[in-house]
């Protein structure tokens, strides 16, 4: 990737973080390919950086797993008058890494397949 496409990427993230700030967030799941090894995942103005090469997942600059320490996505269905579903990654000897929360089920499925994708992980229901 040349510099330029660095720079490019690196505004479109700043924009999209002012257009979150405006409450405009994405609303459903998107999975974007940057380059080779890195897939960009945006969810309810949340959004985390795959890295195929290094296996580390992040959120801006901070590292928050290895690929290796999750176990699987998982989708936390609570129950009630308006069901809701909570998507996470289920780590091995931490504390569950909560992506979001929708009260819509595919919402949350597309959410979990897009994570389970680009880490290589199974998607449980729990």
Not at 1 to 24: A, K
Request: hydrophobic share 45%; net charge neutral.
């Amino acid at each position: 990737m040349s510099t330029l496409e660095n720079l490019l990427e690196i505004l479109r993230r700043i924009w999209q973080e002012m257009i979150v700030g405006l409450d405009e967030a994405e609303k459903e799941p998107v999975l974007r390919r940057l380059d080779e090894h890195r897939m960009e995942f945006s969810w309810q103005g949340r959004t985390l950086l795959l890295n195929a090469w290094t296996k580390i997942v992040q959120r801006g600059k901070k590292g928050l797993v290895k690929f290796d320490d999750i176990q699987a996505i998982g989708i936390v269905e609570n129950g009630g008058d308006e069901a809701t579903y909570k998507v996470i990654l289920q780590i091995k000897r931490s504390a569950n890494i909560h992506i979001g929360t929708t009260t819509e089920q595919v919402d949350a499925s597309i959410a979990a397949a897009h994570l389970a994708k680009a880490t290589g992980k199974s998607v449980c229901i729990l």
